[in-house]
């Protein structure tokens, strides 16, 4: 079982910068494929980066330039770089994790677990 806790949402305008964390318990978190994925009101849950146990890298064509996702595994913690922020970032942003090696990293249902969510609101 993991449990996963985002932090560092909040309000921003727009062009400006928030760094997403997402604390991980559990001894085995290098181990899984890590990834962010946000909701926005009366929209499905989109995929925004992911990154493997490996270290290889995904994002969303949206997002790519402008954020950057990262983990310390000594930390246990995943995080969201995301700069120059535009007013339809705004969303829920949750952290995932998921056992499998195998499947898309761009798929939830790739994941095992999720945490509870943190609001990102750009001003425009």
């Known amino acids: 079982q993991v449990q996963l806790v985002e932090s560092g949402g909040g309000l921003v305008q727009a062009g400006g910068s928030l760094r997403l964390s997402c604390a991980a318990s559990g001894r085995t978190f290098s181990s899984y494929r890590m990834g962010w994925f946000r909701q926005a009101p009366g929209k499905d849950r989109e995929f925004v980066a992911a990154i493997r146990s490996g270290g290889s890298l995904f994002y969303a064509d949206s997002v790519k330039g402008r954020f950057t996702i990262s983990r310390d595994n000594a930390k246990n913690t995943l995080y969201l770089q995301m700069n120059s922020l535009k007013f339809e970032d705004t969303a829920v942003y949750y952290c995932?994790?998921?056992?499998?090696?195998?499947?898309?990293?761009?798929?939830?249902?790739?994941?095992?677990?999720w945490g509870q969510g943190t609001q990102v609101t750009v001003s425009s």
């Open positions: 995932a994790a998921g056992q499998s090696a195998t499947g898309s990293s761009y798929l939830p249902a790739n994941y095992d677990y």
